[in-house]
């Protein structure tokens, strides 16, 4: 099993600028997760789908932010436009009919 | 509002010096009290589910027991591949998410 893969593992981009971070959850979940790591706040849940339905999305921080997940194997988390207290680690997780979730490795992004 | 306090922030260990991780927490009704870990740079490994008061996980040198208002994560006679940051979370009852505390960041020096 190749486990959550998520793309790029690093990137770093300028203030303004437009950021595609994505995930391939495990074949099979059901459900998706979308956090945000830093040091000050810890590990933050930013939105969750369940069958591909966005079902909250109370976490996502301001309008620049949004997430798709067109199909069951693909899902991305847009920032438009990008700023520096935006970086941060974001991780990507899948479960299936369970709280217990499997975390991809991580998007580490700098914005400068 | 749903909350979890990890103790201590950092802590390290001899190799061999067995200590307790504490996760506090309140939540409006507990449906499950998660353990995780997390390597540098990677993003956190499911560890143990406890779901009732007065029930225990083990797993190797790592033990987890739960009471109605805190978590503990024993570690006996840690060695240094045990060095990772801690992570607990609760799950409210329903099907809500998971609320993560800070996490403890274990070093174990040889």
Redesign the interface.
């Known amino acids: 099993d190749a486990g ?1 893969i998520q793309s790029p593992r690093h990137e770093v981009t300028e203030m303004g600028q437009e950021v595609t971070l994505r995930c391939k959850p495990i074949s099979g979940h059901n459900s998706l ?1 979308w956090y945000r790591q830093t040091m000050m ?5 930013l939105i ?1 789908f369940n069958n591909n339905v966005p079902i ?1 999305d109370s976490g996502m921080p301001e309008d620049r932010f949004s997430a798709k997940m067109p199909n069951a194997s693909f899902s991305t988390l847009k920032i438009q436009p990008s700023e520096p207290r935006d970086s941060a680690v974001y ?1 990507c ?1 899948s479960s299936l009919d369970s ?8 998007t580490r992004l700098t914005v400068l | 509002e749903d909350q979890v306090t990890q103790s201590p922030e950092a802590l390290r260990l001899q190799e061999g010096e067995s200590s307790s991780l504490n996760c506090s927490y309140t939540v409006s009704g507990l ?2 009290l ?1 353990w ?1 870990r997390q390597d540098p ?6 560890l143990f ?1 406890l779901y009732s008061a007065g029930e225990e996980k083990e797993k190797e040198r790592l033990k987890a027991t739960l009471t109605k208002k805190e978590s503990f994560l024993h570690i006996t006679a840690p060695k240094p591949e045990d060095s990772a940051t801690y ?1 607990c979370a609760v ?1 409210a009852s329903g099907n809500t ?7 403890t960041r274990l070093s174990v020096i040889a």
């Open positions: 959550v997760f706040r810890g590990l933050e849940l969750y909250d991780f997780a709280p217990e979730q499997f975390f991809g490795p991580g | 449906r499950g998660f995780y740079g990677k993003g956190p490994e499911f589910t992570l799950q998410p998971l609320v993560f505390g800070k996490g």
